[in-house]
């Protein structure tokens, strides 16, 4: 079984500062991993998926996310937060054994202050 | 391209009614997931066709929830009757086939049940 946790419900930074949005993942085979965006009112967009190799991966929006194998993890990072940043982010993990079904996290609501 | 759509985008009814809600994927898709938000959690499957066949059903609740997806093209979800416990937003999203495929989701259904 496949699942993905988010342990933050909620993160704040200050416009210019970084920003980390966390995910740990559990999966049987090779994990596939995004990053998806979802503005109010609105679907989830895709942000940034894992690619086999690369540590550190870039996205839009000037998103990177970086895989750690040993901690399972896929943190979402941003080095200088927008306000319109803000918005809900969540992470999702396929793997191997069941390539068409996604697993989403609960979300983390991301708000960046002027 | 046009994306994803979904219709309606909101929808009200009474508990034991029925509603349908319909999805239209990315034209060449060959995928499609519907996903169900409720109450501001995790973002659960539902099911997966690939073309016109369901390649995975095990996220539909129960027997009030019956979807199809016509000659491989758009794909409708009915719940009758339906319950209270229904409510929530209901995602339509969209792929080509591959496990590093993100998904394209729609901008949703919110089905309140009263």
């Known amino acids: 079984a496949q699942s993905v946790a988010q342990p933050e419900d909620q993160v704040n930074v200050a416009e210019g500062n970084p920003l980390t949005v966390k995910c740990t993942y559990s999966?049987?085979?090779?994990?596939?991993l995004f990053w998806y965006v979802q503005y109010p009112n609105r679907g989830l967009q895709f942000l940034l998926k894992?690619?086999?190799?690369?540590?550190l991966v870039k996205g839009s929006y000037g998103f990177e996310a970086e895989f750690n194998k040993s901690q399972t993890s896929f943190h979402l990072k941003n080095p200088s937060a927008l306000v319109s940043d803000s918005a809900l982010y969540f992470c999702?993990?396929?793997?191997?054994?069941?390539?068409?079904?996604?697993?989403f996290g609960d979300g983390t609501t991301l708000t960046v202050k002027p | 391209e046009a994306g994803v759509t979904q219709f309606p985008s909101h929808s009200v009814i009474e508990k034991g009614q029925t509603v349908t809600l319909r999805c239209d994927p990315i034209?060449?898709?060959?995928?499609l997931y519907w996903y169900r938000r409720v109450m501001g959690k995790e973002i659960k499957f539902l099911l997966h066709?690939?073309?016109?066949?369901?390649?995975?059903e095990s996220g539909m609740p129960n027997n009030r929830f019956l979807a199809e997806r016509t000659g491989g093209t758009y794909s409708t979800l009915k719940v009758q009757p339906a319950e209270l416990e229904d409510s929530g937003v209901y995602f339509c999203?969209?792929?080509?086939?591959?496990?590093?495929?993100?998904?394209?989701f729609g901008n949703g259904t919110r089905l309140t049940v009263t």
């Open positions: 999203a969209s792929s080509v086939t591959g496990r590093n495929s993100p998904l394209h």
């Open positions: 999966v049987s085979g090779n994990p596939y």
């Open positions: 894992y690619i086999t190799g690369d540590n």
């Open positions: 999702a993990v396929r793997d191997d054994t069941n390539a068409g079904k996604s697993t």
């Open positions: 034209s060449g898709h060959d995928n």
């Open positions: 066709f690939v073309k016109e066949s369901k390649q995975d």
